[in-house]
């Protein structure tokens, strides 16, 4: 994937993973976060026997937000924040 893939890629996961938390990230807090919870999806969805995400499409969206969905709830049980 391109920086850009990963770019817009992260944005939409974080986009959805902020949504779906009820947390109000920035712009830039939101790509960040989708990139970084692509990584970590893509870690856990790969030990767990998955495809490793390779290009932009609807498997790599959700292994991004799920990743990102775990990021936001382990920051929000360090930081003692409640969810909706």
Do not use: K
């Amino acid at each position: 994937m391109s920086i850009l893939s990963w770019i817009v890629l992260g944005l939409v996961a974080g986009w959805l993973a902020s949504f779906a938390t009820g947390h109000e990230e920035g712009c830039l807090t939101d790509v960040l976060l989708g990139i970084v919870g692509a990584m970590i999806g893509g870690a856990i969805f790969t030990w767990f026997g998955g495809a490793p995400v390779r290009h932009f499409n609807l498997h790599a969206l959700v292994v991004a937000t799920v990743g990102a969905v775990i990021l936001l709830v382990i920051r929000g049980i360090v930081a003692g924040r409640r969810f909706r």
